[in-house]
Structures are given as C-alpha cells and as structure tokens.
C-alpha cells in the first residue's frame, strides 16, 4: 500500500514536470527555443515537441496508456540527453538524467490502479 501511493506521488510529480515543461515549449518560451534552437530545432518543431510532452504527460494518468506516455515521455528526456551529449554538455546530461529515471522507475512499479499487481 505505502509503495502504491509512493508510486502515486511519483506519477504525480513525473506529469506535473510534463505539464510544466510541455507547456514551456508549446507556448514558445525564450528559454526552451534557445535551448533547442542551438540543435537547429525551429520554433515550430519546439512547440509539437511540447504538443507531444503534454499529451505524454496525459496519457501516464490512465492506465491503458501508462506505459505508452512514459515511453514518449522518456523517448523525449533521452532525445534530450543525446544532443547535449554531441555538444559534450554533461551539465545538461546530469539535469535530464534523474527525470528519464524517474520514468523508468514510474514503469518498473506500474500504475497504481492497474490490474497487473
């Protein structure tokens, strides 16, 4: 029961990053274009990305689509890890790497209110 709802609080936290971060780029935020402008990614590529992170995040929330939202969600942190990995920023690695984790581990315990248990 304890791990259930650590678990919970996990997902929680995992799709309010999405929201938050999938927002930032959707919206077009200096920060997140200059970001992913250095990997000549266009603002309209920034802001599916960000369509992409929030649907991600959505999907995590319901448990026939739980692992497919964490699977984009983790796809788009690692998209993320390699390009500042090409550009040798291992700060930018080091950043990222704890939320992939945390997608990985969110499918590793499953949805809370699946029936795999």
Do not use: R
Not at 1 to 10: A, P, Q, R, T
Not at 18 to 39: D, I, R
Not at 66 to 73: A, R
Request: include cysteine.
């Amino acid at each position: 029961m304890i791990l259930k709802i650590m678990n919970s609080i996990l997902i929680l936290v995992a799709v309010a990053m999405g929201l938050k971060q999938g927002w930032a780029m959707l919206s077009g935020k200096p920060e997140m274009l200059e970001m992913f402008s250095k990997w000549n990614f266009s603002k309209t590529a920034v802001m599916v990305n960000g369509a992409i992170t929030i649907i991600a995040a959505l999907m995590i929330l319901f448990p026939k689509t739980f692992v497919w939202g964490n699977f984009l969600m983790a796809a788009g942190i690692l998209m993320i890890i390699c390009l500042s990995l090409l550009d040798k920023d291992l700060k930018g690695v080091a950043i990222e790497l704890p939320f992939l984790l945390l997608n990985l581990v969110i499918i590793y315990l499953q949805h809370p209110l699946s029936k795999l248990h």
